[in-house]
């Protein structure tokens, strides 16, 4: 990619992002939740197609599954880690909550294990308190997905923890 294109795509997303934070204002000014969600989705579209462009590698079919097979292993041991660490448990303390041992949740965390059932995960997620989606998504998504993987993008909040913002959200 040359340094133009580098420079129009990394604009397009700084845009994107720019408008998505708009998007509080907009729900703020209309009263509409659905209005608020559908602007959310069309500027997220426009972000991952602007990503996609940046991954001319994908365009070998071999390397684009090879990289999304690689991306579920290690985004999930990643992402358990992550909210692991965000709820300030060890992996004792965490094992416990799952009634596992802390070896299985070592596994867990190995961004090579990559043999995460739906049922463990299911239980990760009930120990974390937070939902868990499993879907089919473009790779454009994935592409903007892959952008950042802080870990701040990884956290999924307890429930207790939006129904708290929720309730003492500034609202101006």
């Known amino acids: 990619m040359n340094r133009l294109t580098t420079w129009i795509v990394a604009d397009k997303l700084e845009t994107s992002v720019t408008n998505i934070s708009t998007v509080a204002r907009d729900l703020d000014s209309t009263g509409s939740a659905a209005f608020a969600i559908n602007r959310v989705r069309s500027l997220t579209t426009y972000h991952s197609c602007a990503a996609l462009e940046t991954r001319p590698e994908w365009k070998d079919r071999e390397y684009r599954e090879a990289y999304a097979e690689a991306a579920v292993e290690q985004s999930t041991a990643w992402q358990i880690r992550a909210n692991r ?88």
Do not use: N
């Not at 300030?88 to 965490?94: C, H, T, V």
């Not at 879907?135 to 129904?163: C, H, N, R, V, W």
């Open 85 to 172: 660490k965000y709820r300030g448990w060890s992996q004792d303390e965490l094992a416990q909550r799952m009634s596992t041992h802390q070896s299985a949740v070592s596994r867990l965390e190995d961004p090579t294990y990559g043999k995460h059932s739906l049922e463990t995960l299911v239980a990760v997620s009930a120990a974390f308190d937070c939902a868990l989606s499993v879907k089919f998504i473009p790779y454009s998504i994935l592409a903007a997905e892959s952008m950042d993987l802080s870990d701040d993008t990884l956290i999924a909040k307890p429930y207790q923890a939006e129904l708290f913002e929720l309730e003492h959200r500034d609202v101006q």
